[in-house]
Nanobody, 122 residues
Framework: QLQASGGGLVQAGDSLRLSCADP????????VGWFRQIIGKGREFVAS????????RYADSVIDRFTISRDNGKSTVYLQMRNPKPEDTAVYYC?????????????????WGQGTLVTVSS
């Protein structure tokens, strides 16, 4: 239902933009979040944005480096990753929140995309 894309191999310090497309337009009135997961660990909150794009939240580890934004006309949410670090290597997932606001908790989301792998080399 959600289509995450844009992952790949990037060098530390470069930039990368992830996209989360919603072909069925299910999240136009909902918050959207990005999470990431390393094998063997649970999903970690990265960033989220409310339905209008007026409010966003970030994990401390990515604040001032990552920016979440959305284009409701295109039913797409973006995660701009600047100055990525090797510790940002993970599978990144986007998800539709249960409400119009954003959430930092996995439980606050009901639909998940398939994930896109980001590998940051040093």
């Amino acid at each position: 239902q959600l289509q995450a894309s844009g992952g790949g191999l990037v060098q530390a310090g470069d930039s990368l933009r992830l996209s989360c497309a919603d072909p069925r337009r299910t999240f136009s009135n909902n918050g959207v979040g990005w999470f990431r997961q390393i094998i063997g660990k649970g999903r970690e909150f990265v960033a989220s944005i409310d339905w209008r794009g007026g409010s966003s939240r970030y994990a401390d580890s990515v604040i001032d480096r990552f920016t979440i934004s959305r284009d409701n006309g295109k039913s797409t949410v973006y995660l701009q990753m600047r100055n990525p670090k090797p510790e940002d290597t993970a599978v990144y997932y986007c998800a539709v929140a249960r409400s119009s606001s954003s959430s930092t908790s996995v439980d606050g989301y009901r639909y998940w995309g398939q994930g896109t792998l980001v590998t940051v080399s040093s």
